[in-house]
């Protein structure tokens, strides 16, 4: 398996764009995760879907951010307006629940600037 | 979920082992507890996951006492290769999937 992918690795935007950050997990895997990490922050979870149902959505920043995921290969997360202060790398991870460890598999990530 | 602390740093040598703590006084009875690694400019990786007693794979060790209070990720013999974040995470099947991120202990390996 190709592991959790990410797009794009990096995106550079203007303030007030719109911003659609892409994952498809892992197949087979029933939960869905967006994470942001930040220096001053850490690594926050924003929102997480379990069989393509949002789940917890109680770390998204404000209602600029939404998260979707229309099918169990492919989620989004997307920002409209964007703003500097989003500025972070985003990771996506999934994980199965009828795996022997709770593990979650993270994806590379996609750097985001807003200037 | 439980609230981990674990020292933001640590300094070690090629061919040493280190053993970073985890303390969790709040933890739950159906709680794991999971380490994680974190590469720069990468995601975190799983390393290993206990519930009590010892639990060793081809990575690390992980102990936990019989209170389960506190836990110990060792690492034998460690190269440079294994400077990275290292993350404690306390956590249960039926939490949802959901999953804390704590500061996480910087590993500096030195030659």
């Known amino acids: 398996d190709a592991g959790v992918i990410q797009s794009p690795r990096h995106e550079v935007t203007e303030m007030g764009q719109e911003v659609t950050l892409r994952c498809k997990p892992i197949?087979?895997?029933?939960?869905l995760f967006w994470y942001r990490q930040t220096m001053m922050r850490g690594l926050e979870l924003l929102i997480y879907f379990n069989n393509n149902v949002p789940i917890d959505d109680s770390g998204m920043p404000e209602d600029r951010f939404s998260a979707k995921m229309p099918n169990a290969s492919f989620s989004t997360l997307k920002i409209q307006p964007s703003e500097p202060r989003d500025s972070a790398v985003y990771f996506c991870?999934?994980?199965?629940?009828?795996?022997?460890?709770?593990?979650?598999?993270f994806g590379p990530g996609t750097r985001l600037t807003v200037t | 979920l439980a609230k981990t602390t674990q020292p933001i740093s640590m300094d070690s040598y090629e061919g040493q082992e280190v053993n970073i703590t985890c303390s969790h006084n709040n933890i739950a009875t159906n709680d794991y507890i999971t380490w994680y690694q974190q590469f720069p400019s990468q995601g975190p990786r799983f390393i290993i996951q206990?519930?009590?007693t010892k639990v060793t794979n081809e990575v690390a060790s992980l102990f936990i006492p019989a209170d389960r209070k506190s836990s110990t990720l060792s690492l034998p013999r460690v190269s440079l290769s294994d400077t990275a974040v290292y993350y404690c995470?306390?956590?249960?099947?039926?939490?949802?999937?959901?999953?804390?991120f704590g500061q996480g202990t910087e590993l500096s390996v030195k030659p």
């Open positions: 995470l306390v956590g249960g099947y039926n939490q949802g999937g959901k999953l804390i």
């Open positions: 206990g519930y009590k």
């Open positions: 197949s087979g895997h029933d939960y």
């Open positions: 991870a999934s994980s199965s629940q009828l795996a022997e460890a709770y593990e979650q598999y």
